[in-house]
């Protein structure tokens, strides 16, 4: 750990963490952005710089990003990021009522606690899931990879026949370039750069950065006229009375539900906002301006961070979207989450896990300093800033292999990420897909060739079994759910009709 430490503070490694949070923060602030689009659109820069300092700015827009969130949320009722959502719904009321510097304080507190708390939750239980998956072998791997694969299920948000759909789409993506045992080219069309597949990069900047100013640019400005001043930005000792309870379980709650595969800072946040709504002794407040509604929802989202880290870092399986894309970071600086990277480069683990400490840290002074300033970030012409937007992506992808094929690539499929969001499809199915297909088909081949041929070894190793009855209850469930999500929203619809019919 000391060594670790030494190896964090040499060179400009925490001013480059600083820098990020900061960052962080400012992209989380502006409506639009979101921290997907943080680190997608900063990962080509990472490309020159060593593989710590790379994952420290990272790690730190990813930080800086979920708190940033909060201050669009607040302040115009416009998230900043998806896990923001519940944010809005009692910071709004308070900034309506000439509190907006308290929710935004409140927020910013609330969140660190969250980060804090997850990331030493990460330090304890992700060296014990790794020591774990050193059992694996390829039929393991495999399973592990389709256990991944069922996260699409979860991650399919209204349509699970649409999500299934981008998944497949993804595996399918995943098979361009050489064939991983025979080294063979499939569906490269004489294209020499496609012979090493699709850069990952490329496409994720594509799909998140690109594709989400596209689809924003057809929306209509939101309303800035009810910006206000920001006035106070400290609570008061009755406030952390009335907050303590509430974010210590969202912490909890946040922590627990980030760590399982595809599910968000979205759901958690709102799970949390229920369960504070549960346990409070003001229930009726929540939706007005309830600080205890406010202070779970934003510690949740935060607390979401290092969870989804636990099983990015052991299993190589990304918790969300934005561990999805620091996921190919990683890979593209040589380092593959997994077991091994426990017994290979604990140094380097460990200090991910002191940076991440240090960066939801860095997250308090920050924020609450430059809170009055970071606001201002709201009132950002969309003219200025999705044009710069656009110049980041083509330089980024240009940057990596110094190829125009890769601009190409970028642009393709930033009109595919715009197509499918004004589809209702989703995106991160699609991400998955790309990113697991290649571990999915190299170790389905290997495990076979070992077992000659059999299908057996899937049922006779007990943990790869396990896993993939872990995934079709996963797939089973999400399906329920969906079904009954459906049926509760026909019965709904009736309801609405025949009280309009008997009106």
């Known amino acids: 750990m000391t060594e670790a430490l030494r190896e964090l503070m040499t060179g400009n490694t925490v001013w480059l963490m600083l820098l990020g949070v900061v960052a962080g923060i400012v992209i989380g602030a502006l409506p639009g952005l979101t921290a997907t689009m943080g680190v997608a659109l900063l990962v080509p820069f990472t490309f020159w710089l060593p593989t710590l300092p790379a994952l420290m700015v990272l790690l730190g827009v990813y930080v800086g990003a979920m708190y940033g969130g909060a201050i669009p949320a607040v302040l115009i009722r416009t998230p900043g990021t998806p896990a923001a959502a519940a944010t809005s719904l009692d910071g709004y009321p308070m900034a309506q009522a000439g509190n907006a510097g308290l929710a935004i304080g409140i927020s910013c507190i609330t969140g660190v606690?969250?980060?804090?708390?997850s990331t030493l939750v990460l330090m304890v239980a992700a060296p014990?899931?790794?020591r774990f998956a050193l059992k694996f072998g390829p039929a393991e791997y495999f399973a592990l990879a389709v256990f991944g694969l069922s996260v699409i299920a979860s991650l399919?948000?209204?349509?699970?026949?649409?999500?299934?759909l981008m998944g497949v789409c993804g595996l399918l993506l995943a098979t361009i370039g050489m064939d991983p045992?025979?080294?063979?080219?499939?569906?490269?069309f004489g294209l020499t750069p496609l012979l090493e597949g699709l850069a990952l990069i490329p496409v994720l900047v594509g799909v998140f950065a690109l594709g989400e100013?596209?689809?924003?640019?057809?929306?209509?400005?939101p309303d800035r006229s009810l910006f206000r001043q920001i006035g106070r930005v400290l609570p008061s000792r009755s406030d952390y009375g009335r907050i303590t309870a509430p974010t210590l379980l969202a912490s909890v709650t946040g922590t627990f539900i980030g760590a399982l595969p595809g599910v968000g800072g979205d759901v958690a946040a709102f799970v949390a906002y229920d369960q504070a709504k549960k346990v409070s002794r003001r229930p009726e407040e929540f939706g007005r301006g309830s600080v205890e509604g406010l202070a779970a929802?934003?510690?949740?989202?935060?607390?979401?961070?290092?969870g989804a880290m636990i099983p990015m870092l052991t299993l190589g399986i990304p918790g969300d979207a934005v561990t999805a894309v620091i996921l190919g970071a990683m890979v593209m600086h040589g380092v593959r989450p997994g077991p091994d990277l426990f017994e290979k480069q604990s140094n380097l683990l460990a200090a991910i896990f002191i940076g991440l400490l240090v960066a939801n840290l860095l997250v308090l002074p920050i924020g609450l300093a430059g809170a009055k300033l970071f606001a201002q970030t709201v009132r950002a012409p969309r003219q200025y800033l999705f044009p710069l937007i656009v110049v980041l992506c083509v330089v980024g992808s240009y940057a990596i292999n110094n190829?125009?094929?890769?601009?190409?690539?970028?642009?393709v499929f930033g009109f595919i990420g715009w197509a499918l969001r004004q589809w209702g499809f989703p995106?991160?199915?699609?991400?998955?897909g790309l990113i697991l297909g290649r571990m999915t088909e190299e170790n389905l081949r290997r495990a076979l060739i070992l077992s000659g041929g059999s299908w057996r070894i899937f049922v006779e190793h007990p943990i790869a079994a396990t896993l993939l009855a872990l995934a079709i209850a996963s797939v089973a469930l999400s399906w329920w759910q969906s079904r009954r999500a459906t049926k509760t929203g026909g019965a709904s619809d009736e309801q609405q009709n025949g009280v309009r019919g008997s009106a």
């Open 156 to 164: 399919s948000e209204r349509s699970l026949l649409k999500g299934a």
């Open 297 to 306: 929802a934003e510690c949740a989202n935060n607390s979401v961070t290092s």
């Open 113 to 117: 606690v969250g980060g804090v708390f």
């Open 403 to 411: 190829s125009l094929f890769d601009v190409g690539v970028m642009f």
């Open 181 to 188: 045992i025979t080294a063979v080219p499939r569906f490269t």
């Open 128 to 130: 014990q899931v790794a």
């Open 427 to 432: 995106i991160a199915p699609l991400v998955l």
């Open 213 to 221: 100013v596209l689809y924003q640019s057809s929306l209509p400005e």
